[in-house]
C-alpha cells in the first residue's frame, strides 16, 4: 500500500505545483492561459455561504468512501481517490485564492487544471467499470 500512496501523493504534489507555477505567470501561451474560476463546474455561480458546506460534505463522503475500498482492499480505492485528490486540491485553491486555479485552454471549450483531469479520470473509470460489471451481468 505503500506505492498507492506514493502515487497519489506525487499525483498531489504535481497538481499543487503546476498551480503555483502557472499563478506566477512563469508560462502562459495559446495552450496554457491562466484563469480564476471562482465559479463552479460550467461556470455555474454558488454563494460562498452554500457552496462550502456543499464542498466539505462532499470531501466527507469522499473520504468515507476511499476508507471503504481501502480496507476492503477493492480495486476501486484507485478512481475514487483521483475524485476526492482533485476535488481536494480545487478546494485548497478556492481556500487560499478565493478560486480554483485553471491553466489548461481548450479554445470554444474550457478552461481546466489537472485536479479536473483527476477527477474525470475517476469519474471515467467508475463508469467504465460499471459499464463493464453489467455486461458481463447480462451474458
Known amino acids: 500500500m505503500k506505492k498507492y500512496f506514493l502515487v497519489f501523493f506525487l499525483l498531489f504534489i504535481i497538481d499543487r505545483f503546476s498551480k503555483i507555477y502557472f499563478i506566477k505567470k512563469l508560462f502562459l501561451n495559446n495552450f496554457f492561459n491562466l484563469h480564476l474560476n471562482q465559479n463552479i463546474a460550467f461556470s455555474l455561480s454558488v454563494p460562498f455561504f452554500i ?74 473509470i467508475l463508469i467504465f467499470k460499471e459499464y463493464r460489471s453489467h455486461l458481463i451481468k447480462v451474458k
Not at 90 to 101: E, K
Open 51 to 124: 457552496l462550502y458546506p456543499i464542498l466539505f460534505l462532499l470531501i466527507m463522503f469522499l473520504f468515507f468512501v476511499c476508507l471503504k475500498y481501502y480496507k476492503q482492499k477493492n480495486i476501486l480505492i484507485w478512481p475514487w481517490t483521483l475524485i476526492l485528490l482533485g476535488a481536494f486540491s480545487n478546494i485548497l485553491d478556492r481556500i487560499y485564492y478565493n478560486a480554483v486555479i485553471d491553466f489548461i485552454y481548450l479554445p470554444y471549450f474550457t478552461v481546466f487544471n489537472l485536479s479536473d483531469v483527476y477527477i474525470f479520470s475517476g469519474i471515467l
